[in-house]
Every structure is written in structure tokens, then in C-alpha cells.
């Protein structure tokens, strides 16, 4: 049984990972093109455009905002947020103390909220990370407007002008229709690389040999019922239940506040960044849920009724984007303090398998922990280009270092050091790489962010 399910997913995968790896170099067919010219009005100008508006995003326009510049944020969905909110992951890892003021006002206004609970409610010690998601968006939403950021939701980034290296305007889809944003400094932080890939700059995917990137994950959430028989039933024939515990795949599940559960559901090998790629991990997914839900509700007899599934599913790893530096997982490994530290990770090594189902690790276990380390100015400025930086889970990072600095924590702290540059950049009326990493670092320090290393905290390890 374990060979069929293996194989069935090899089959379901097969198409998104050819197309990975004619991404990472091998001769792939060449569709017919169509050229097409149209004038698009320069509907808004700012000193920053940030694009994507994830913790990566929101601290980096938060950030360049307190410095006095004028911020322009662009988000595709409804909410900012990105994974934390509109994928239902709502769940802070890595330090959160000494993140920077951005976060710092985050928790202190979720817990004024009362969003935020001890991951193990009943152990003082457990870290203060579990929140409310649909909090979090109202949240983030009014810290943009406070600071007087221009927010722009249901806007998908389109496609950039760029001239030797310089981005002049980025364009944008809403509802309006196509509008070029002009500005003088550019922040990618749509988690997938798309400034970059769109500007024709370097990026990197995947597992070096083969481009398979980390898993997606879906979010879904049940309902404890009373009566089982409320619960939504797999008719005949509709995919193919789990039918024993170790036909389960990779599934985590979570408190989720009373009579009601967060589940987590692991989703390799497809690519995030091909349209089929994700449209087929999507259909995948959704397909795995009641598959799974199936077992939970008619084997081991849980009351769960399906409550909702969180729209989309959730990327661990899109485009990384090639930085002036890119920060190696030896350099996790040996806790590495930068001249151009800037931003702090302190997680572990996250890093699931690339081309299976189970719960299992691309290192031993023993080998997952690194000491906190730093994260430099240099990558996350894009190698190719003369006015983009980059935070979040685009930044320049191995596949490895990536599975540690993705997270919330880490990805707060790279925004609000890419937010600090992008404006010192426009103040100074020079490029991000052309400004001193002191001054950078000099501001980051000011704002609150702690980039010791040392011993690890304990506590945040899985
Ligand atoms: C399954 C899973 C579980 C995780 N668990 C945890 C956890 O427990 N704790 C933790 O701290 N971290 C966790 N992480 C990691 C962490 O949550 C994310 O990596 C982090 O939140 C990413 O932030 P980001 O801003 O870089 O990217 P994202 O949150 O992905 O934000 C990118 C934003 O850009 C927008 N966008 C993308 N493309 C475009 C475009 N073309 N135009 C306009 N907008 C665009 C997106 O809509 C999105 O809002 C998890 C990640 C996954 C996938």
C-alpha cells in the first residue's frame, strides 16, 4: 500500500517537478509569443513601493513609513498578512523578543486584543506565539494606515519597467485595471521572488539537483460536534480515503481555540512559482483533506465537522532571489555575526523532505539546531538590480538557511532592516548597497532588534 500511495504521488506531481527542473536548466520547449503595447497611467508615485504585504512586507512599509518616507503597499488578497493570516498559519516561531518595534507593536496590540496565547496554555514557560489570525489582519491593517502607508488590496503585481538595473515603475492589476506605480526604491516581498522574476533578475529554486522546493502545507479547521452523523460525509468513489494510521501522511494538528482544531497537512513536490505547479498543488490539497477528514471522522471516530479550509495553500519556499551575499546554512551552523548583521534568525533547520508525504527530515534530527546567527544588509539587496532589496522568503539564503529564516520572527526583522535601508537610501539620494551598513545597523539597533548571538533559548526549539 505504501508503494502504490508513493508512486500515485509521484504520478500527481510528475508535470509541476519536470517543470522545475526545466526552470533550473534543461532545454524546455518554447511557446509561440505574442507582443503587446499599451500605455498605462503612472497612477501613483512614492519614495518605496513594497510588493506583498506578508510580516515581511507590512514591517518593511511600517518601518520605512517611521522614517519619514512615503510607502506604497501592494497585496493581492483582501488582507496583509500573507501566510499568518490569509493561510491560517497563527503561530509566531523563533524569538520574539527583540524582533524590533514593528513586531514588539504587533504582540503589544494583540494582547490588548487578548489574540495571543501560551502555546501550552497550562506551562508558563511554553513562548507567548498562538494567535487569533483574523485579528492579526485588522491589526496589521491599522498599523499601515496609522503610519500612513498607502495600502492597495485585491492588486496583484503585473510586471516592471526596469532601465540598466534600475527599477523605474512597477505594474499593477486591481480593480481598475492596469496602473504603473513609480518610485525610488523597491522591496520584494512577495515570498515568491516576483519583482525579481519579472525584472529578469537571478533567482534561485529548489533543491540544488533538482529544483524541488519545500513543501506546501494546507491549513484546514474542524469543529468538535456533538451528533457525528453532522459531520460532512466521503461519498463512494470521490479520491481515495485514508483507511490506517500509517497510510497517514505528514499531518500536525493544532489547538485552535475551544472545540475546535487547526490541521496541517503536507503537500510536496509540486512548484510554487509555475501557474499549473500551484494550480495542481491546490487540487491536490483539497483532495488530501477529505481524504484525511475521512479517516479522522470514520476510523478513528473523532467528532469533527469540517469548519472551513483556509484559502490558499501555504508556501514554504518560492524564488529565492540572488542577493549580494547568500547566507549559507554553514553560516547558520556557525552562529555568524556579520559586519552588515542586520536581522537575527533563531530557529531551527525546518527543513522537511522535498519528495515525500511523511513526516521526515532533508538532515538527521540531531543535526537540525543552529545557534542564533545574523542576517546581512548584502543579502538582502538584489545582486542584478540598483534600487531592489528583499525580504522575507525571498530573500538570498541556500534552501537549508531558508528553512530556519523563513519564519515570522526572522521575516519581521529582514523587513524592517530592508525598510530602514530602502528609506536611508531615499533620504541619502543613493542606492541601497551605496549607504553605510552601520547606519543601517545603527537605526535597526535603535528600534529595538537584538542581534546577539549566543547560547540558543531553549524553549524555541521544536
Ligand atoms: C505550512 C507553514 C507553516 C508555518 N508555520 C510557521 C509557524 O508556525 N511560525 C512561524 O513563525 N512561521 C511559520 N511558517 C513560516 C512563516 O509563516 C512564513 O514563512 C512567513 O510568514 C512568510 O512571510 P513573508 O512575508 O516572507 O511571506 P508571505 O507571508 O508569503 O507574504 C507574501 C505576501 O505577498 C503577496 N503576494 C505574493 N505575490 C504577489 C503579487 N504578485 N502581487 C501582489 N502581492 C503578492 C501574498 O499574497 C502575501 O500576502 C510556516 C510556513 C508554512 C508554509
Known amino acids: 500500500m505504501k508503494t502504490s500511495r508513493r508512486s500515485l504521488l509521484k504520478k500527481a506531481a510528475a508535470a509541476p517537478a519536470a517543470a522545475a527542473v526545466g526552470s533550473a536548466g534543461a532545454m524546455a520547449p518554447q511557446p509561440p509569443y505574442v507582443a503587446w503595447n499599451r500605455r498605462v497611467p503612472v497612477r501613483y508615485e512614492a519614495d518605496i513601493a513594497v510588493l506583498g504585504g506578508g510580516i515581511a512586507g507590512v514591517s518593511a512599509a511600517c518601518a520605512a513609513a517611521r522614517s519619514g518616507a512615503s510607502v506604497i503597499l501592494v497585496e493581492r488578497f483582501a488582507i496583509t498578512g500573507g501566510v499568518l493570516t490569509t493561510g491560517g498559519v497563527a503561530n509566531f516561531c523563533g524569538d520574539p523578543d527583540g524582533v524590533g518595534e514593528v513586531f514588539d507593536a504587533i504582540l503589544r496590540t ?38 500612513k502607508v498607502k495600502l492597495l488590496l485585491h492588486t496583484r503585481l503585473a510586471d516592471v519597467n526596469v532601465s540598466k538595473g534600475v527599477i523605474t515603475e512597477c505594474l499593477v492589476a486591481g480593480k ?10 523597491f522591496i520584494d516581498c512577495t515570498g515568491d521572488g516576483d519583482v ?4 529578469g533578475f537571478a533567482t534561485h529554486k529548489g533543491r540544488v539537483k533538482d529544483g524541488l522546493q519545500l513543501p506546501m502545507s494546507l491549513m484546514y479547521f474542524v469543529r468538535h460536534v456533538e451528533e457525528r452523523d453532522a459531520a460532512v460525509q466521503l461519498p463512494a468513489g470521490w479520491f481515495q480515503p485514508v483507511r490506517a494510521k500509517d497510510e497517514l501522511p505528514m499531518v500536525s494538528i493544532w489547538p485552535d481555540g475551544p472545540r475546535s482544531n487547526a490541521i496541517k497537512l503536507k503537500i510536496p513536490m509540486f512548484d510554487s512559482t509555475s501557474t499549473e505547479g500551484l494550480t495542481a498543488a491546490e487540487i491536490r490539497a483539497r483532495r488530501r483533506m477529505l481524504e484525511i477528514l475521512h479517516y479522522f471522522q470514520a476510523v478513528e471516530k473523532r467528532p469533527w465537522l469540517l469548519d472551513h479550509c483556509s484559502p ?26 556579520f559586519d552588515d548583521g542586520v536581522a537575527r534568525g533563531t530557529f531551527y533547520l525546518d527543513a522537511h523532505t522535498v519528495d515525500e508525504e511523511k513526516r521526515t527530515y532533508l538532515l538527521p534530527t540531531d543535526q537540525l539546531k543552529v545557534p542564533p546567527y545574523q542576517i546581512p544588509l548584502r543579502s538582502l539587496i538584489a545582486r542584478d538590480g540598483k534600487n531592489l532589496l528583499m525580504a522575507g522568503r525571498c530573500f538570498s539564503a541556500d534552501q537549508l538557511a531558508l528553512s530556519s529564516a523563513r519564519v515570522s520572527t526572522s521575516g519581521s526583522m529582514m523587513g524592517q532592516a530592508a525598510g530602514i535601508a530602502a528609506a536611508l537610501s531615499v533620504k541619502k539620494k543613493c542606492q541601497p548597497r551605496e549607504c553605510d551598513p552601520a547606519e543601517v545597523k545603527k537605526i535597526v539597533l535603535e528600534r529595538g532588534a537584538n542581534l546577539a548571538c549566543g547560547e540558543p533559548p531553549k524553549r524555541f526549539w521544536p
Open 176 to 185: 481598475s485595471g492596469l496602473e504603473a506605480i513609480r518610485a525610488r526604491q
Open 110 to 147: 494583540l494582547r490588548e486584543f487578548k489574540a495571543i496565547h501560551r502555546r501550552k496554555p497550562e506551562d508558563p514557560n511554553s513562548p507567548e506565539s498562538v494567535f487569533h489570525y483574523e485579528i492579526l489582519a485588522i491589526i496589521l491593517q491599522e498599523m499601515l494606515l496609522q503610519r
Open 312 to 337: 490558499i495553500i501555504v508556501i514554504r519556499e518560492g524564488c529565492r532571489i540572488v542577493g549580494d551575499y547568500i547566507l549559507k546554512v554553514d553560516d547558520l551552523r556557525a552562529g555568524r555575526v
Open 196 to 199: 525579481a522574476r519579472l525584472a
